[in-house]
């Protein structure tokens, strides 16, 4: 009887969690290298789909075109038209190729095409760059900053570091008159890094774009924003927690997440770096998490991107985390988000994307049918129980 009632319970519960509209939402920027690997798009759900998160804006990292259409799909899937997306120039076509395992495919045009939606569509492809709807990065970092609360923001970088280093070379400009250094310090409550290794590593993230320009951010963080903390999410943190499988095999048909991960990994499960540093900035530690060091501080190479922890007692500003629990129940904590997130799309009504999918692609699975009737079932099943008890 505990394990029926508890699976009857489940559902209840799902609902109870979406329907907590009290709690003090967390105002996050995200900026994202949404292009070679698909965790990005994992995380992008989870921060769209958080009734904890107030997203303010979603800054790409990478300079291509189906970078910037397919977060506006994802985005406008989950109901967040609203939120601005920003880019740096020039923009370029060039799309992902797995030259190294030969095993992996390429989600974002796919994404972008199947699902163009949003600010940004698919039509526009070839005057994104005229529309004012797309920022620069380091202007939208500037404005949403100057127009949030003090102390109020959680950047989580889950890419590489190029538009930070921008931001702290920013000055004054219509937004504020406040220096980049000098605005991160007033506004940000902290900043969520994922890359590195710890205590030491050699990271796609750290040397995949500029390893002069994640030197530059890291090296220099503690002197130029000394009151805000750093977090890092190392490759070792996601490695090992392999996420993706319930998504691809029972999220909604209509959900474009779940397709960038079948369309990247052939429905095989993918190591949780992205969403594992979203996780943290959301929810903080909680059980989930735990720190690796007490004090110290990161640096960069500038040559090659390899990171050093120096464990010097004075400084206490940085932190690398380590999962608290084992891999399989992060992974399976990050599956039921990924579900839970990508049903709620549906329930609100949101998510018209993918009629461009084919018949054929879209018979492949009928996982919301399955939740449907797992759900009568539980309803069904509720009643006689009720029944059952008043007659005993
Ligand atoms: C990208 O491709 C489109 C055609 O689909 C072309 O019009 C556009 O000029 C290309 N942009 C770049 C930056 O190469
Ligand atoms: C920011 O300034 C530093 C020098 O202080 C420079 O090395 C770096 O390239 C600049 N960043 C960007 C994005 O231009
Ligand atoms: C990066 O450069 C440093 C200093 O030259 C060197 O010690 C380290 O081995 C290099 N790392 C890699 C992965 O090449
Ligand atoms: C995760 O798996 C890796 C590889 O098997 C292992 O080294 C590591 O200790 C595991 N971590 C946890 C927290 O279970
Ligand atoms: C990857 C990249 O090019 N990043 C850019 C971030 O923004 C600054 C300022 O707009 C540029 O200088 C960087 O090149």
């Known amino acids: 009887m505990g394990f029926l009632s508890s699976l009857l319970l489940l559902p209840l519960t799902f609902i109870h969690l979406n329907s907590a509209v009290n709690t003090p939402k967390k105002n996050l920027i995200i900026d994202t290298d949404l292009y070679s690997d698909v965790d990005d798009a994992g995380a992008l759900l ?8 107030n997203l303010l804006a979603v800054n790409i990292n990478t300079k291509t075109t189906f970078s910037v259409l397919a977060a506006s799909a994802i985005l406008s899937h989950y109901g967040h038209s609203h939120v601005p997306i920003g880019i740096p120039r020039p923009l370029t076509n060039i799309t992902f190729f797995d030259g190294w395992y030969f095993s992996l495919g390429e989600y974002a045009s796919k994404t972008a095409y199947h699902f163009s939606g949003g600010k940004l569509k698919w039509e526009d492809r070839d005057r994104l760059e005229e529309l004012d709807d797309l920022w620069d990065p380091v202007a939208l970092y500037r404005k949403v900053l100057s127009e949030a609360e003090d102390g109020s923001v959680t950047i989580a970088s889950i890419g590489f570091l190029d538009n930070l280093s921008g931001l702290l070379n920013s000055t004054g400009d219509k937004y504020s008159s406040l220096s980049g250094p000098r605005l991160l310090s007033a506004k940000v409550r902290e900043l969520v890094i994922m890359g590195g290794g710890y205590p030491t590593g050699h990271s796609w993230n750290f040397f995949g774009s500029s390893s002069s320009l994640t030197a530059h951010v890291i090296n220099n963080w503690d002197s130029l924003v000394p009151s805000v903390p750093l977090f890092y999410v190392g490759d070792d943190v996601g490695k090992y927690v392999l ?12 959900d474009p997440v779940k397709w960038a991960y079948i369309w990247y990994s052939y429905y095989q499960p993918r190591a949780s770096w992205d969403p594992l540093a979203v996780l943290y900035a959301v ?58 997130g990508s049903l709620s799309a549906g329930r609100q009504g949101a998510g018209r994307g993918g009629e461009r999918l084919t018949g054929q692609a879209r018979k492949k699975d009928g996982g919301g049918l399955l939740w449907w009737a797992y759900l009568s079932l539980c309803t069904v099943l509720g009643t006689v129980i009720v029944w059952f008890s008043r007659w005993t």
């Open 46 to 53: 989870l921060a769209a789909t958080s009734p904890d998160v």
């Open 243 to 254: 996420t993706g499988t319930p998504l691809m095999t029972s999220g909604p048909d209509n």
């Open 283 to 340: 929810h903080g530690l909680g059980d989930t998490f735990e720190l690796g060091n007490e004090y110290g501080y990161n640096h960069v190479d500038p040559a090659n991107g390899t990171n050093t922890w120096v464990w010097e007692e004075g400084r206490r500003n940085q932190f690398f985390l380590r999962l608290k629990k084992r891999n399989e129940t992060v992974a399976a904590k990050v599956d039921e988000l990924f579900l839970q």
